[in-house]
């Protein structure tokens, strides 16, 4: 969990002066998260319903639709074939948060920087000619689901899947990501994927035991990606991180190779600057594309030329 890795590296920055988590210690009653968030959750059907019903009617959408929440999930599309990952790293200039907080004020954007960030890296993936879809992944942390007095460093967290059209504003992103991750269905869809991972075991074990059968006929891989964000800008690191040199504090977050189809972003800010890190397949998108495309995202002079403004025109009227 990135919470632990922070609480780890600083213990390690610090290793000269002491022993062990540093002061204030990370506080942990449970590793049983799940079990602690649903019987919370039980306390108000309603809003579990709610959840519920939202996430069946978002996934059968998805799967209506032409965009999808995770094409690399479906069986025999593009991982009948090894892929490795390849891995970009990018650094913004040392006063981009100021700068883009500056912008944010003078545009009247009542935005968080994640989203204005998220925002402007799909604008200038879909620029540079990658084929993004219609809809992002965003991992969000599943702890505010847990009852009063029970806190947990596991890896407790959950995926929420949001519509990011061309031409969408960072108002309209804003609102839909708010609107998932202040729901129950962050919890639902995580209880969901554990019931589906535990059915592909069977279906793998299946599988092996069924070996004679002829396999399936390949597809040709589809080009389009998933952009999944795993957003870590509120990581305490110029607190907790004691920094040899903190003028070129680097912290690379490789994030797990999951799929051909999905790009995975780890967004941290260090020092006043955005650092990404970009996980993916060089066989669905060029390498030297992605660290363009990162670049040019991470660029104020960027940001001002997508036209945002206070009330989102822009991307009201490309969204319909």
Known sequence: DAYVMV????????????IGFLD??????????????????????????????????????????????APSARIGDDNREPHTASY??????????????????????????????????????????????????VVTDLRK???????????????VSVQCR?????????????????????????????????????????????????PATARRPSKRVVVSFSDLTKLPMDTRVQWADPGIAELAVALPFTSPSRVSLSVLALRGEIQVTAA????????SIMRQALHRALRLEFVEDRGWTARGVAGDNASG
């Open 280 to 287: 993916f397949s060089a066989d669905h998108v060029d390498p």
């Open 88 to 137: 970009v790293f990018v650094r913004s200039e040392p006063d981009f948060v100021a700068r883009l907080k500056e912008y944010r004020r003078q545009s009247g954007m009542k935005v968080s920087l994640p989203v204005l960030l998220m925002s402007s890296i799909c604008d200038s993936l879909r620029s540079s000619g990658v084929d993004i879809g219609d809809d992002i992944e």
């Open 166 to 214: 061309a031409g969408t504003s960072p108002q309209q992103l804003g609102a839909a990501l708010a609107a998932e991750i202040d729901s129950m269905s962050p919890l639902v869809n995580a209880v969901g994927s554990l019931g589906v991972a535990v059915l592909r075991r069977l279906w793998a074990a299946r599988s092996r035991v069924r070996r004679q059968s002829p």
């Open 7 to 18: 609480e780890i590296l600083a213990s390690a920055s610090c290793a000269a002066k002491r």
């Open 24 to 69: 204030p210690q990370p506080a942990v009653n449970t590793n049983h998260p799940f079990f602690w968030a649903l019987v919370h959750a039980l306390k108000n059907p309603v809003a579990l319903t709610s959840g519920v019903r939202h996430s069946f009617v978002s996934r059968l959408g998805n799967r209506r639709g032409a965009s999808s929440i």
């Open 145 to 159: 689901y847990l009852p009063e007095g029970r806190a947990t460093l596991a890896n407790f967290v959950s995926v």
